[in-house]
């Protein structure tokens, strides 16, 4: 896949399904890895993983409902390995505060605000903090946002509001990419389908369920973790036609180590398939202004 060799990796929502997913796939390829969610016993599993592949972990449970415990995080990572290198936005979801998940006419103020807390607070200040940090270190680092397809297109049925916060994270992620790259510090976004965590198991709780799911995509299955992690990057499963969906913010500057530094316009940059998932966790593969989304939809 790629080295992360020696690379200090955060991951939020660490203890099960994407979370664990990415930390995983992380350690296989050399990371050191940074554990957080607000389950200590999910955690302390998965960083037994980490420890088996040869791999350092700290586990630090985290509510990333609370801001001030996303600089705790950071604040931790730097404390026991001296630098961020790589910080993933994966915690979020729903909420059962009434009206969260409901459609447009029955949303509650309470409701709305539960899902901004989990869904867009809680990425932008943990973005925050990492960049921060990297900033601090001088060398520079990768943030990556888990968006949805849920962002690109309409989300009735009680998925607005979570919709609504995944379109916004888009935006987010252009415009910090453009601060931040002065830094050193590339932000991307990937924004898969339906995959199979405990998030979803609703969707997909019996086999004619997972049947009906699997033809919305051209494998005819649903996701798994690992199509995120990276690790069947290459042979380009559970990707939709193209493959990347790229969003732009302007003309974009693109280097890549032993390359000439260029200016590149957006439909340059496409035409050339400039792409960054996960992948662009390595530090020194991209430093970009164009922002791809992943659209892992078959």
Not at 11 to 35: F, H, N, P, S, W
Not at 106 to 120: F, K, R, S
Not at 130 to 142: E, L, P, Q, T, Y
Request: aromatic share 6%; with cysteine.
């Amino acid at each position: 896949m790629f080295s992360l060799q020696g690379k200090i990796c955060v991951v939020t929502g660490a203890g099960r399904g994407l979370g664990r997913g990415i930390a995983l796939a992380y350690a296989e390829q050399g990371a050191d890895v940074v554990l957080a969610s607000r389950t200590r016993a999910d955690l302390d599993e998965v960083a037994g993983l980490v420890k088996a592949k040869g791999r350092r972990a700290l586990v630090h449970v985290t509510d990333v409902g609370e801001t001030a415990q996303l600089q705790q995080l950071a604040d931790a990572a730097v404390a026991e390995f001296g630098r961020i290198d790589v910080w993933v936005n994966n915690a979020g979801g729903f909420s059962n505060v009434p009206g969260a998940t409901a459609e447009w006419l029955d949303v509650t103020e309470a409701g709305w605000d539960a899902m901004l807390g989990l869904n867009l607070r809680a990425q932008v200040f943990g973005a925050q903090a990492a960049a921060r940090a990297m900033r601090k270190s001088g060398k520079g680092g990768s943030i990556l946002f888990l968006s949805s397809i849920d962002s690109l297109y309409a989300a009735p049925g009680g998925e607005g509001i979570y919709g609504a916060c995944k379109a916004a994270i888009n935006n987010i992620v252009q415009t910090m990419a453009v601060e931040l790259g002065q830094y050193g510090i590339r932000v991307n976004a990937i924004a898969p389908a339906v995959i199979e965590t405990p998030l979803t198991a609703p969707w997909l709780a019996t086999e004619a369920d997972r049947r009906e799911r699997a033809t919305f995509y051209p494998l005819r299955r649903v996701g798994q973790p690992a199509d995120v992690a990276g690790r069947r990057r290459r042979r380009g499963l559970f990707r939709l036609g193209r493959g990347w969906l790229g969003l732009g913010c302007g003309p974009p500057r693109l280097r890549r180590l032993g390359d000439d530094e260029r200016s590149l316009s957006l439909p340059h940059a496409r035409q050339q398939g400039v792409s960054a998932a996960l992948a662009d966790a390595r530090i020194g593969c991209y430093s970009s202004r164009f922002v791809p989304i992943a659209l892992c939809h078959g």
